[in-house]
């Protein structure tokens, strides 16, 4: 299957600080990538769409200033969290969409926890 | 909003028991995929089916679509601990985003 990194897999950092995480596809192009929040024992949040070349598009409830995302390349998307606080300390998993003729799957990076002190 | 709904919530059996989890909606669906998290990793596909009724087996897992493709199943036999997890459906209607279930949370108790 298609293969999805993400770096790094655990942050600590201070209250106010920016946070940079990183989503490679490493074995395909990627033209579309998913940034999900998961908070303990629920499912996934879908946070934004990532489309290279072009904006992001944000869900509804989002700070797309807080949370800022690029898709510089086929192969990489960055989410920066901005001016962090305790309350963004999650899990962020990204995703990568695979296209195989008429049938789209995502697969997953392995995830990063973001603890804000 | 299509919504997926799964069954059950969670899910605690012996190891070497069968079991079958689900996952429901009124929405038809173009594709229909199966993930599996363990905690703390991101979640791993398992399978992606895409025609009514299908029904894919890897290994003890069987995976079926229901006939309408607005339903389906996983079937586990002879379930080890390995197959801790939670399970997540996600399907698509068009091409663009998925939609989760909020997944069912397997212990498998040797």
Partial sequence: GAVVSQHPSWVICKSGTSVKIECRSLDFQATTMFWYRQFPKQSLMLMATSNEGSKATYEQGVEKDKFLINHASLTLSTLTVTSAHPEDSSFYICSARFSSGAVYEQYFGPGTRLTVT | ?110
Wanted: glycine share 10%.
């Fill in chain 2, 1 to 110: 909003t299509q919504l997926l709904e799964q069954s059950p919530q969670f899910l605690s059996i012996q190891e070497g028991e069968n079991l079958t989890v689900y996952c429901n909606s009124s929405s038809v669906f173009s594709s229909l995929q199966w993930y599996r998290q363990e905690p703390g990793e991101g979640p791993v596909l398992l399978v992606t089916v895409v025609t009514g009724g299908e029904v894919k087996k890897l290994k003890r897992l069987t995976f079926q679509f229901g006939d309408a493709r607005k339903d389906s199943s996983l079937h586990i036999t002879a379930a080890q601990p390995g197959d801790t997890g939670l399970y997540l459906c996600a399907a698509g209607a068009g091409s663009y985003q998925l939609t989760f279930g909020k997944g069912t949370k397997l212990s498998v108790i040797p």
